[in-house]
Antibody, heavy 115, light 107 residues
Framework: EVQVLESGGGLVQPGGSLRLSCEAS????????MTWVRQAPGKGLEWVSS????????YYADSVKGRFTMSRDNSKNTVYLQMNSLRAEDTAMYYC????????WGQGTLVTVSS | DIQMTQSPSAMSASVGDRVTITCRAS??????LAWFQQKPGKVPKRLIY???TLQSGVPSRFSGSGSGTEFTLTISSLQPEDFATYYC?????????FGGGTKVEIK
């Protein structure tokens, strides 16, 4: 059974940093691209970042480019999202998702940016 | 960037109705499109991938069609558990983009 589990969310002040983790199981992790999707309260879905199966390539939405970095450790079946210079508008539920086509979703981890 | 225009943004329908939701891409995305259902407070669930392939376990009343720039999600006979918000996603090229969502409410 495919499982994706996010962690690392919480309350952070504007300008602060947070690192999200996502541990996956139930499939060959090293063969799969991974993606982060977020959803602000009451809003729609927004693609944030994707990383290739090897980790050699990563891609970002303009809204987070230069502030967020996605990485992966295939030996630990884990992807990460390092979030720096956080803003109030980054407040959202962050979902870790298998594949570019978002076949499986984690339960999400909530990030709140507020003073 | 590819824009995904989803319509309608909201609709009211009755149990048993046939419901159609459309996503239009601003450029050709072949069949690199998926459809998702999200209920309040829940995680989105993929219904359709590759524009027309039904995800395992999803009821056959859901179907997808289209290629290129125009895509449709159809619910052949709306059931009470289908009242939710639906999104399309193009994964043809970066940045990946979601449609704005369609909220299907009870009439």
């Amino acid at each position: 059974e495919v499982q994706v589990l996010e962690s690392g969310g919480g309350l952070v002040q504007p300008g602060g940093s947070l690192r999200l983790s996502c541990e996956a199981s139930g499939f060959t992790f090293s063969n799969s691209a991974m993606t982060w999707v977020r959803q602000a309260p009451g809003k729609g879905l927004e693609w944030v970042s994707s990383i290739s199966s090897s980790g050699s390539s990563s891609y970002y939405a303009d809204s987070v480019k230069g502030r967020f970095t996605m990485s992966r450790d295939n030996s630990k079946n884990t992807v990460y999202l390092q979030m720096n210079s956080l803003r109030a508008e980054d407040t959202a539920m962050y979902y870790c998702v298998k594949d570019l086509g978002a076949s499986y979703w984690g339960q999400g981890t909530l990030v709140t940016v507020s003073s | 960037d590819i824009q995904m225009t989803q319509s309608p943004s909201a609709m009211s329908a009755s149990v048993g109705d046939r419901v159609t939701i459309t996503c239009r891409a601003s450029q050709d995305i072949s069949t690199n499109l998926a459809w998702f259902q999200q209920k309040p407070g829940k995680v989105p669930k993929r219904l359709i991938y590759a524009a027309s392939t039904l995800q395992s376990g999803v009821p056959s009343r859901f179907s997808g069609s289209g290629s290129g720039t125009e895509f449709t999600l159809t619910i052949s006979s709306l059931q009470p558990e289908d009242f939710a918000t639906y999104y399309c996603l193009q994964h043809h090229s970066y940045p990946l983009t979601f449609g704005g969502g369609t909220k299907v409410e009870i009439k």
